[in-house]
């Protein structure tokens, strides 16, 4: 009987069948645990993102108590600035949805005034047509754009008061992962070699090889691009504010926020600018199409390459799928977790599965191209 379990058992699929089955009762008991995984994850996450720090402070003679505690104001003072800016946010974005009506209805008279001014200038039956056609269409679109667009924007103001609640709801989970977090950061080192040692002595000094690996791409990737996405941000900002666009302040906002997405900042942002420079004039649409071509350029060909080539490997595309995938998986939360969890998934397939046998023993067969169709 062991003889033949030991026959099944040398078999690499089995192996492979064996793994998914552990992997799928282990995703039941994850979603079981979820919240207080999630809790734990980042506490240590932001331990980790903040040891360096620590390390440093420690070496120039303070205490590593005083040294979490001045995180800690770092901390605070962030979420302070945060707080400020969301309330600028909120106020210009209250100011936009007053003033959308307005702003369409400016932008539709220069649309139609342009086109008025073409018609006026040729005598082309065709230029004629078109132009009628194009400002049909565009007067239609304008006034369904104003009707659904202000019920939409006017019904997420509304919802603010339900966010509040849900904010403090979140409030708890929230203090908790900072409680968690104090003790990562004061007792880190240790806390690490006891989570080494749960694995096999002969294991310990790959576990630690790979912890140093993850925690270079991970640590670069998130140190990375929230200074891409900080840079990217006030780019923007500056920029639309120098173009004379509206509401420079929410639009350099949104882009630095959905920045840590890589090219979602651009994306989500550009819309709303572009509506209100078309409020103001032709010259400031120009203007916005050409601070964000210059924005997108300098973070595609100069701060991802420069800032993300010095600290990982992790490509924007693994990235964006990741985060796909954590939202759907998880929610807000997976998006914390997404790019972890991808660069563990990476390296595991890098030093384990790639260098395995069953990776560099599966023959596939070719049929010659004679036999190809049948």
């Not at 492979?16 to 079981?32: I, M, N, P, S």
């Not at 440093?56 to 003072?77: E, P």
């Not at 001014?117 to 082309?124: A, F, Q």
Request: glycine share 8%.
């Amino acid at each position: 009987m062991l003889q033949a379990f030991q026959d099944v058992w040398r078999s690499p699929w089995t192996r492979v069948a064996v793994f998914v089955l552990l992997v799928y009762v282990l995703w039941g008991w994850l979603h079981t645990l979820a919240s207080v995984l999630i809790m734990v994850s980042l506490a240590y996450l932001m331990a980790y993102l903040f040891n360096p720090l620590l390390d440093v402070l420690q070496k120039r003679g303070v205490r590593r108590g005083m040294g979490i505690l001045m995180v800690l104001c770092i901390l605070a003072g962030m979420v302070a600035l945060l707080v400020f800016m969301l309330v600028a946010v909120f106020q210009q974005l209250t100011e936009f949805v007053g003033r959308l009506p307005e702003i369409l209805q400016s932008g539709n008279e220069l649309v139609q005034s342009t086109l008025r001014r073409i018609r006026g200038m040729s005598d082309v039956p065709m230029v004629q047509q078109y132009t009628r056609e194009l400002s049909t269409l565009w007067k239609d679109n304008v006034a369904a754009l104003s009707q659904n667009g202000l019920k939409y924007l006017q019904g997420l103001l509304q919802q603010s008061g339900s966010l509040v609640v849900s904010f403090t709801s979140t409030l708890v989970q929230v203090i908790f992962t900072v409680i968690l977090s104090i003790y990562f950061m004061a007792d880190y080192q240790r806390i690490n070699q006891s989570l080494v040692r749960f694995f096999p002595e002969r294991w310990q000094p790959r576990i630690r090889s790979l912890s140093e690996q993850f925690g270079t791409a991970v640590g670069g990737y998130l140190r990375g691009q929230f200074t891409i996405a900080l840079l990217e941000g006030t780019l923007i900002w500056i920029g639309l504010a120098l173009s004379g666009v509206p509401n420079a302040l929410t639009l350099g906002f949104i882009a630095g926020l959905f920045g840590m997405v890589p090219y979602l900042g651009v994306i989500v942002s550009i819309v709303p600018a572009l509506l209100l420079a078309l409020s103001v004039g032709w010259t400031q649409v120009g203007l916005v199409i050409v601070v964000f071509v210059i924005a997108n350029q300098i973070e595609g060909n100069l701060l991802s390459p420069w800032v993300l080539g010095r600290t990982t490997n992790l490509h924007p595309l693994t990235v964006l799928i990741s985060l796909l995938v954590g939202v759907e998986l998880m929610g807000i939360w997976g998006t914390l977790l997404a790019v972890p969890l991808a660069a563990l998934l990476k390296l595991l397939l890098q030093n384990y599965y790639y260098p395995s046998r069953l990776y560099r023993s599966v023959d596939v067969k070719i049929l010659p191209a004679e036999n190809q169709n049948l």
